[in-house]
């Protein structure tokens, strides 16, 4: 006859730890002092699952920070007996022991990894209790749950992350080695080429973990740029870029993309007025557009949370290396309560930390004040939010004189002079590039000073 299945134990309920490289690694502290520095690129007082073990982690924290005072049995005990936590820490014959747990000091960061990978298995049971429990409760949003879910995780992410510091002895081989690699690779950028030289030659390609904001008057052509930039990067170089077109749909951006590589006046392409000899033009077009790893979310009104787990998405499946987001206005906070421009500033905040995070630049357009209009922009010009000005990296801004627009009777030019003013960059110059747009083709291409 079968037994009935044993009940979970009492060791299985148990949160993961380690006493022995607990001890251990605060015995080595108390018999070096280095060792200290080299436990706290690994160690918070939290990550410690014995409260004894905790208490006297802190204090010999406290006594390294205070000038470097050395932690030892007696330093230790006084600290301790000041604070009123003698107790439990154990009291001065469990504090004396700890000393005998170890020879030497040799192996304390092996021992502080070992309580810093329980304690992320602990924290990580915590979340997924955190998230279970949230999980049953109907009344809260499906979306905002999962958002907190990947915050959470992505924390823990970030807590494994430590910080060290490198001699140029082991840096310098590093460098000659990235030195050689980009004289022998075909690209002259360190980042993602944006397709127009004279921009990438000042700024070196957009660069991993920073936020770009373009900034321009309305029909000035920021959109137009953006999604010449993305064909630039998917079409033409074969390098995976998203664009979050938060202002019209998908298949319009799509169109648009047809126009500018068939050269196909764009106005034809929406009304359906285009000659029978254009329709191979239009056909090629598509074909290199078709196969091309360039991914749009078509998303109105899109909130926060949703914009971070799409681009957390296409960054893990599709390996994207560059977004695109048109544009900062569109996107909305959770809280739709408070004042604009502190939904602006979490905004803003969110993304410079999501490249970051992704390790991939963003591009984020944005439009310039009404007091901006006929004057040449600067960072002041940025709409709703000085955060803006402040969390972006590289700031461009589009500028054109309005005649070309206003005035009646005369044909529109062919080309028309833009300027696209870096007016900030936080590792490379400021400055001017001359731009042509096209506005049959809503495209933009390189002009000659």
């Given at each position: 006859m079968?037994k009935n299945p044993?009940?979970?134990s009492i060791?299985?309920?148990?949160?993961p730890?380690?006493?022995?490289?607990?001890?251990?690694a605060l015995g080595?502290m108390l018999l070096d002092?280095?060792?200290?520095?080299?436990?706290q690129?690994?160690?918070s007082?939290?990550d410690?699952?014995s409260?004894?073990?905790?208490r006297?982690?802190?204090?010999?924290r406290?006594?390294?920070d205070?000038?470097g005072?050395?932690?030892?049995?007696i330093?230790v005990r006084d600290?301790?007996?000041?604070?009123?936590?003698?107790?439990?820490?154990g009291?001065?014959?469990?504090?004396?022991?700890?000393?005998?747990?170890v020879?030497t000091s040799?192996?304390i960061e092996?021992?502080?990894r070992i309580?810093?990978?329980?304690?992320l298995?602990r924290?990580l049971i915590?979340a997924?209790?955190?998230i279970?429990?949230?999980s049953?409760d109907?009344s809260?949003?499906?979306?905002h749950?999962?958002?907190?879910?990947?915050?959470?995780?992505f924390?823990?992410?970030?807590?494994?992350?430590?910080?060290?510091?490198r001699s140029?002895?082991e840096t310098?081989?590093?460098?000659?080695?990235?030195?050689e690699?980009?004289?022998h690779?075909k690209?002259?950028f360190?980042?993602?080429p944006?397709g127009f030289?004279e921009l990438?030659r000042?700024?070196?390609?957009?660069?991993?973990?920073e936020m770009?904001?373009?900034g321009?008057?309305?029909?000035?052509?920021?959109?137009a740029f953006?999604?010449n930039m993305a064909a630039?990067?998917?079409?033409?170089?074969?390098?995976p870029?998203?664009f979050f077109?938060?202002e019209m749909?998908?298949v319009?951006?799509?169109t648009?993309l047809?126009?500018?590589?068939?050269h196909?006046?764009s106005n034809?392409?929406?009304t359906?007025?285009?000659?029978?000899?254009?329709f191979?033009?239009?056909?090629e077009?598509?074909?290199r557009i078709?196969?091309a790893?360039?991914?749009t979310?078509?998303m109105?009104n899109m909130?926060?949370?949703d914009?971070?787990t799409?681009?957390?998405?296409?960054?893990?499946m599709?390996q994207?290396?560059?977004?695109?987001?048109?544009?900062?206005?569109?996107?909305s906070?959770?809280?739709v309560?408070t004042?604009r421009?502190?939904?602006v500033s979490?905004?803003?905040?969110?993304?410079?930390?999501?490249?970051?995070?992704l390790?991939?630049?963003i591009v984020?357009?944005?439009q310039i004040g009404?007091?901006?209009e006929?004057?040449r922009p600067n960072?002041?010009?940025l709409r709703?939010?000085g955060?803006?000005e402040?969390?972006?990296?590289?700031?461009?801004?589009?500028?054109?004189?309005?005649?070309h627009?206003t005035?009646s009777g005369?044909p529109?030019?062919e080309?028309?002079?833009t300027e696209?003013i870096?007016a900030?960059q936080r590792?490379g110059p400021?400055?001017?590039?001359n731009l042509g747009?096209r506005?049959?083709?809503?495209?933009?291409t390189?002009?000659?000073?």
């Amino acid at each position: 006859m079968q037994k009935n299945p044993a009940p979970q134990s009492i060791k299985d309920k148990v949160p993961p730890y380690n006493d022995d490289a607990e001890r251990a690694a605060l015995g080595a502290m108390l018999l070096d002092s280095e060792a200290v520095p080299a436990a706290q690129q690994y160690l918070s007082p939290e990550d410690f699952y014995s409260t004894a073990n905790e208490r006297i982690y802190k204090a010999i924290r406290a006594l390294y920070d205070d000038g470097g005072k050395k932690a030892d049995i007696i330093t230790v005990r006084d600290a301790l007996q000041q604070a009123g936590d003698l107790d439990a820490a154990g009291g001065e014959a469990y504090i004396a022991s700890l000393t005998n747990v170890v020879p030497t000091s040799a192996n304390i960061e092996y021992y502080a990894r070992i309580v810093q990978d329980c304690s992320l298995r602990r924290s990580l049971i915590r979340a997924a209790a955190e998230i279970s429990a949230r999980s049953y409760d109907i009344s809260e949003d499906s979306g905002h749950l999962l958002e907190t879910a990947q915050q959470l995780i992505f924390k823990l992410t970030d807590r494994k992350r430590t910080l060290n510091f490198r001699s140029v002895h082991e840096t310098v081989p590093e460098a000659i080695e990235r030195i050689e690699k980009l004289f022998h690779s075909k690209s002259a950028f360190t980042g993602v080429p944006s397709g127009f030289d004279e921009l990438d030659r000042m700024t070196s390609g957009f660069q991993n973990s920073e936020m770009i904001v373009i900034g321009a008057r309305p029909s000035i052509g920021k959109t137009a740029f953006a999604l010449n930039m993305a064909a630039n990067i998917s079409v033409k170089n074969r390098r995976p870029a998203a664009f979050f077109t938060l202002e019209m749909t998908d298949v319009a951006l799509a169109t648009r993309l047809i126009s500018s590589e068939a050269h196909i006046d764009s106005n034809s392409l929406k009304t359906g007025f285009v000659k029978s000899s254009d329709f191979e033009k239009i056909l090629e077009a598509a074909g290199r557009i078709y196969d091309a790893p360039l991914y749009t979310v078509d998303m109105p009104n899109m909130k926060l949370l949703d914009l971070r787990t799409q681009a957390r998405r296409l960054r893990s499946m599709k390996q994207v290396e560059i977004i695109f987001i048109d544009y900062l206005g569109l996107i909305s906070t959770e809280d739709v309560t408070t004042p604009r421009f502190q939904q602006v500033s979490e905004i803003s905040r969110s993304l410079k930390g999501l490249a970051r995070e992704l390790e991939i630049p963003i591009v984020a357009l944005s439009q310039i004040g009404r007091p901006s209009e006929g004057a040449r922009p600067n960072l002041a010009s940025l709409r709703d939010s000085g955060a803006v000005e402040q969390d972006a990296d590289v700031v461009l801004f589009l500028h054109r004189e309005r005649k070309h627009e206003t005035q009646s009777g005369e044909p529109m030019p062919e080309v028309i002079e833009t300027e696209l003013i870096i007016a900030k960059q936080r590792n490379g110059p400021v400055g001017t590039v001359n731009l042509g747009f096209r506005p049959k083709y809503t495209e933009f291409t390189a002009m000659a000073k």
